[in-house]
């Protein structure tokens, strides 16, 4: 049974990056799928941030694009976020999932990321 | 900029029926924007329920379902259960792997 969980700060300074990884287990890792981003402000709905492919496809929501970097490490089956020049907009409980069919169906359980000084 | 229209809420008495809509500000919703839905409850992650419109996810009930109505991509619930209580939401594929979320629906079941 493949499993997605993020991991990384709680707390980042504005101006400053916030950096995520999310740790793939069962299955065949983190090669021959989609990785995707997506995150939700307290109390908001959800926004894609983006997607990558275990290949090093990227594709990001236009809106974040500009400050937005993916990677991925087939070797440790994780794949990451890095988000530059945070702002408090930028707080959110941040997901990882599996894009597969053009869906999202296997989530991460989420992590908070608060951009504060 | 495109832009996911949902209906904010609905009430659903148990074992009713309820239809949640997907459109765009500018356009109609097809089958090439792939529509997929997911259910939230508070605190939890989304748990996807739909995909390629109409497909139900693995272990997913029966009394969802997920079809075009019109200009739009809808979700019924037939039958609706307590614990069908939740957010919904719908995602549309805008293409080049671009995914544009809506704001959700609050369902309540009373």
């Known amino acids: 049974q493949l499993q997605v969980q993020e991991s990384g700060p709680g707390l980042v300074k504005p101006s400053g990056t916030l950096s995520l990884y999310c740790a793939v287990s ?4 983190t090669r021959n799928n989609w990785w995707t981003w997506i995150r939700q402000p307290p109390g908001m709905g959800l926004e894609y ?7 090093g496809i990227t594709n990001y929501n236009p809106s974040l694009k500009s400050r937005v970097t993916m990677s991925v490490d087939n070797s440790k089956s994780q794949f990451s976020l890095q988000l530059n020049s945070v702002t408090a907009a930028d707080t959110a409980v941040y997901y990882c999932a599996r894009g597969v069919n053009n869906a999202f169906d296997i989530w991460g359980q989420g992590t908070m990321v608060t951009v504060s000084s | 900029q495109t832009v996911v229209t949902q209906e904010p809420s609905f009430s659903v008495s148990p074992g009713g029926t309820v239809t949640l809509t997907c459109g765009l500000n500018s356009g109609s919703v097809s089958t090439s924007h792939y529509p997929s839905w997911y259910q939230q409850t508070p605190g939890q992650s989304p748990r996807a329920l739909i995909y390629k419109t109409n497909s139900r996810f693995s272990g997913v009930p029966d009394r969802f379902s997920g079809s075009i109505l019109g200009n739009k991509a ?11 209580e939740s957010d919904y939401y719908c995602v549309l594929f805008m293409g080049s792997g671009i995914y544009v979320f809506g704001a959700g629906t609050k369902v309540t079941v009373l």
Request: overall charge negative.
């Open chain 1, 49 to 55: 941030i983006g997607e990558m492919h275990y290949d």
């Open chain 1, 26 to 29: 069962g299955g065949s890792g």
């Open chain 2, 74 to 84: 809808a979700l019924t619930i037939t039958g609706a259960q307590a614990e069908d």
